[in-house]
């Protein structure tokens, strides 16, 4: 007997191991759900520049951005300046099935795309808001911060589609047209802001965790080079939750725990909800980038006050 298979021309091994430490789940189950899922999680990961969480038995997860030198030469690439690192990255695109269940075997757990296309770096396709309770307990929270959100959308005329995030929060994605990295940063902001004016209590873009309290935290961040991980991606938590698709009006009646990589494919039967969830692609207002224009970057806002806390430490 013999857990080796091969699928697709792809050789998979190992499949009744364990997945991680507290996953469980077997690596068969990893790629039994992205196998049963691949023709919606590919259509959001096509022609995107992708890291992935891998994981390796008794080493702790790692994220993975250049794809390895032993990858089939079947495994699209695109190479990418790093300002940040100063050296190139060849990032994996995952366009097919094959490539799917070759980083599945590779025990990538964990989808993280760009959210622009290969070659338009500057052309981002969504303005994402990260909707993050301070627990997983403040589950409930969250989708209330989410509601304002949505408002504040509304009040500009825009809306989006929400998911889980397979971790303890939500993800609200608005699909944009022709709109450039800036501009989308600067909206992302002023949404963020607005939603927090709705109500303060409950709702914070201070980017300073010591700063938020109880209160749920509207990260306003995922811009530019970010990436966000996937609708249908499972995540490495315990359980190998998965970030999934949910109505608006369903927000109050599920909890991030009830997708699961043994449960979400079922759950899903034969319809995209990610895709038939999702607006069509938008304009910005204009009055909402200029007001964003103003508000000053969250990581280096949080830079200098965090170096000004600590001077007043010392002194």
């Known amino acids: 007997?013999?857990?080796?298979?091969?699928?697709?021309?792809?050789?998979?091994?190992?499949?009744?191991?364990?997945?991680?430490?507290?996953?469980?789940?077997?690596?068969?189950?990893?790629?039994?759900?992205?196998?049963?899922?691949?023709?919606?999680?590919?259509?959001?990961?096509?022609?995107?520049?992708?890291?992935?969480?891998?994981?390796?038995?008794?080493?702790?997860?790692?994220?993975?951005?250049?794809?390895?030198?032993?990858?089939?030469?079947?495994?699209?690439?695109?190479?990418?300046?790093?300002?940040?690192?100063?050296?190139?990255?060849?990032?994996?695109?995952?366009?097919?099935?094959?490539?799917?269940?070759?980083?599945?075997?590779q025990r990538a757990v964990e989808y993280h795309p760009a959210l622009v296309h290969a070659g338009h770096w500057d052309r981002p396709t969504h303005l994402v808001l990260d909707i993050d309770p301070p627990s997983a307990e403040a589950f409930p929270r969250a989708v209330g911060a989410a509601r304002l959100v949505a408002l504040a959308l509304a009040d500009a005329g825009l809306s989006g589609a929400v998911k889980t995030s397979g971790a303890k929060g939500l993800h609200v994605f608005v699909p944009l047209e022709g709109e450039t990295t800036e501009d989308v940063a600067a909206a992302t902001r002023a949404l963020g802001v607005r939603a927090e004016r709705l109500d303060p209590a409950l709702a914070t873009t201070a980017f300073i965790r010591e700063d938020r309290g109880d209160r749920v935290f509207v990260d306003s961040t995922r811009s530019g080079g970010a990436t966000v991980v996937a609708a249908y991606s499972p995540r490495v938590r315990p359980g190998v939750p998965v970030s999934f698709p949910v109505a608006w009006d369903d927000l109050d009646r599920i909890t991030p725990g009830d997708f699961t990589v043994r449960t979400a494919a079922r759950l899903l039967r034969d319809a995209d909800p990610w895709a038939d969830l999702m607006p069509e692609p938008q304009r910005l207002p204009r009055d909402l980038v200029e007001e964003g224009h103003t508000i000053p970057v969250a990581r280096v806002q949080a830079m200098h006050e965090g170096k000004r806390r600590a001077r007043a430490r010392r002194g």
């Open 1 to 105: 007997m013999t857990s080796d298979e091969v699928r697709d021309g792809v050789t998979l091994t190992n499949l009744d191991r364990p997945l991680f430490d507290d996953a469980g789940a077997a690596k068969r189950d990893l790629v039994d759900y992205l196998d049963a899922v691949r023709d919606r999680i590919v259509p959001v990961l096509r022609d995107r520049p992708l890291s992935v969480v891998r994981v390796r038995e008794g080493q702790a997860p790692f994220m993975q951005k250049n794809v390895p030198s032993y990858a089939p030469d079947w495994v699209r690439t695109v190479t990418v300046w790093a300002e940040s690192s100063q050296r190139r990255v060849s990032y994996a695109l995952c366009d097919d099935r094959r490539t799917l269940l070759w980083l599945a075997n």
